[in-house]
């Protein structure tokens, strides 16, 4: 699903900085998607005095609104914040991240926003629209089956475990999470087929048997400070999603006008991953399903975990939230299970913005360069649906040993990735 060109537009947008001991290049590149989503941040010099650079890539979904949005203002929330203040650097971004949230359900954000949406190319507006309806149509469709099935099992998606163990949940895990699904199906007055399925399609979630490789020395923690290795399985349908909430969470499919250009801009939202560097100490900020990847020594050491509906704790909380996951979206819709945006997701008055069906909490991994670590890859996933970490890491490897400056090694692989052709129909960046 989604709407794409019929060939990539090939324009680039690149960029460079150097300043000490750190240098940074980056591309952009529309591809195959009808309008260019992404945003970024190359902030090399934030706080000279201390060394301070931050680098983020937004990734939009529903239109370009949010990314932009989060691109203008992240900087400005994170260095204003109390804890950046006081050096601790994981709690200013992670705050920043929240905070950007708080924005744009202002009235002041609101209107941003809709200035945004109002800004986009005519051809651009209405593929969006299009693609929302469409996308509004499925997900009433996937609600109707699901409440009216008594065979939970046809629900199940097509999934291959990412990593080795059954394609079991432990009990424990089934049974919190049946406990969990009972509690919200109460509140919803839903049908015991409807919950059954839920608990259907959470049993093919494999539990992980270790963390992803980490760098030597890093921690890895959400913002409460909890460690992030969850069960999880690969989806096999890597399109955008438009933001579509479920009945339960009083959300709005939008409307025509005014109206419907408000409900059109609380539906976008955007994944957000952010590098702060200051000296030889890197933090490393994940909502969504960018990534952040390390060479170490030529080896590819992922830094963030792919946020998908379909891990057992995301699923869980978008349960207890009202929600529900079918073919690895949430209510059929969102395939992402942390955003900044996306507040139709976010509107459950009894719970705390950390317990809604989609939530800004990052992930956070803290780390201190060493010898080996080569270079970082930031990228949205418009790059990880076609190259493994990897022959990403590789890719780079082998041109900077080349001798090749960033900014040409970065189109190199915005080219590389257009010629994939339908594997690779994101925006890259």
């Not at 932009?68 to 203040?85: D, K």
């Not at 699901?146 to 009990?171: F, K």
């Not at 992030?228 to 009083?250: L, R």
């Not at 780390?367 to 990880?384: M, P, S």
Request: charged share 25%.
């Amino acid at each position: 699903m989604g709407a794409y060109l019929s060939s990539p537009v090939t324009d680039k947008e690149s960029e460079e900085g150097y300043a000490d001991a750190l240098a940074y290049g980056l591309s952009a590149m529309q591809g195959w998607r009808v309008s260019m989503e992404d945003a970024h941040i190359a902030e090399l010099d934030l706080e000279p005095d201390t060394k301070t650079s931050l680098f983020a890539v937004f990734d939009g979904h529903g239109g370009r609104a949010v990314s932009q949005y989060c691109a203008a203002h992240l900087t400005e929330e994170f260095v204003r914040s109390a804890a950046y203040r006081r050096g601790d650097l994981a709690a200013a971004i992670s705050e920043a991240y929240f905070r950007l949230d708080e924005l744009l359900e202002s009235a002041e954000g609101r209107a941003e926003l809709r200035q945004l949406v109002s800004s986009s190319k005519p051809t651009e507006g209405a593929a969006l629209f299009t693609d929302v309806e469409t996308k509004l149509a499925g997900a009433a469709q996937a609600h109707d089956d699901q409440a009216q099935s008594s065979h939970a099992a046809d629900a199940l998606p097509a999934a291959v475990p990412q990593r080795r163990g059954t394609n079991r949940m432990h009990s424990s895990d089934r049974e919190q999470l049946e406990v969990e699904a009972s509690k919200a199906m109460k509140k919803l007055g839903s049908s015991k087929d409807f919950m059954e399925s839920h608990l259907m399609r959470a049993s093919v979630l494999t539990p992980l048997d270790d963390d992803p490789p980490r760098p030597e020395g890093a921690t890895s923690q959400n913002a409460s400070g909890r460690h992030t290795g969850m069960p999880s399985i690969e989806s096999g349908d890597m399109a955008d999603a438009a933001a579509v909430a479920g009945q339960a969470n009083g959300g709005s499919s939008g409307a025509a006008g005014d109206e419907g250009e408000e409900h059109h801009a609380l539906g976008m939202g955007a994944t957000a991953v952010s590098v702060v560097v200051r000296g030889n100490r890197v933090v490393v900020a994940n909502t969504g399903d960018s990534r952040c990847v390390l060479s170490k020594r030529g080896q590819a050491r992922a830094l963030t975990l792919d946020h998908k509906p379909i891990l057992f704790e995301e699923a869980k909380r978008i349960i207890k939230a009202g929600g529900f996951v079918r073919d690895n979206r949430i209510n059929g819709a969102l395939n992402v299970s942390r955003t900044i945006g996306d507040l139709d997701f976010k509107r459950n008055a009894e719970l705390s913005y950390r317990e809604q069906m989609v939530v800004a909490t990052p992930d956070i991994e803290e780390f201190t360069l060493e010898d080996g670590d080569e270079f970082l890859i930031v990228a949205c996933d418009g790059i990880w649906d076609v190259l493994t970490n990897q022959e990403a890491v590789d890719f780079v490897r082998k041109r900077l040993k080349a001798a090749l400056a960033p900014p040409r090694l970065h189109p190199d692989m915005d080219a590389t990735l257009a010629a994939a052709g339908m594997g690779a129909r994101q925006p890259q960046r």
